[in-house]
Nanobody, 123 residues
Framework: QVQLVESGGGLVQAGGSLRLSCAAS????????MGWFRQAPGKEREFVAV????????YYADSVKGRFTISRDNAKNTVYLQMNSLKPEDTAVYYC????????????????WGQGTQVTVSS
């Protein structure tokens, strides 16, 4: 099993920045990829970004490309999401996810999830 704990959410004005962190513990050696998803009230959970743990390859949703950056620190078993030029439509609960074999945009394919952290962007 892998446990994921997110941190770093908060309230920020439009145009501002936030950095989310997700610390992994447990069977971290089994992680193949880790991703970030978000869910706004009344909407489905949507893909934001994903990173392959060993190679560092990344993949982004079009809505965040050029504004968000996903990265990882293997020594700390932590993945980050640097969010710049934030917009009110980025407001959501952000979730960290991990999997032992999948890296993609389908939330149903990830086995491990964090509890989520709220990001609110005011206009």
């Amino acid at each position: 099993q892998v446990q994921l704990v997110e941190s770093g959410g908060g309230l920020v004005q439009a145009g501002g920045s936030l950095r989310l962190s997700c610390a992994a513990s447990g069977r971290t050696f089994s992680i193949y990829a880790m991703g970030w998803f978000r869910q706004a009230p009344g909407k489905e959970r949507e893909f934001v970004a994903v990173i392959r743990w060993s190679s560092g390859s990344t993949y982004y949703a079009d809505s965040v490309k050029g504004r968000f950056t996903i990265s990882r620190d293997n020594a700390k078993n932590t993945v980050y999401l640097q969010m710049n030029s934030l917009k009110p439509e980025d407001t959501a609960v952000y979730y960290c996810a991990g999997d032992e074999a999948y890296w993609g945009r389908s939330p149903g394919s990830y086995d491990y999830w964090g509890q989520g952290t709220q990001v609110t962007v005011s206009s």
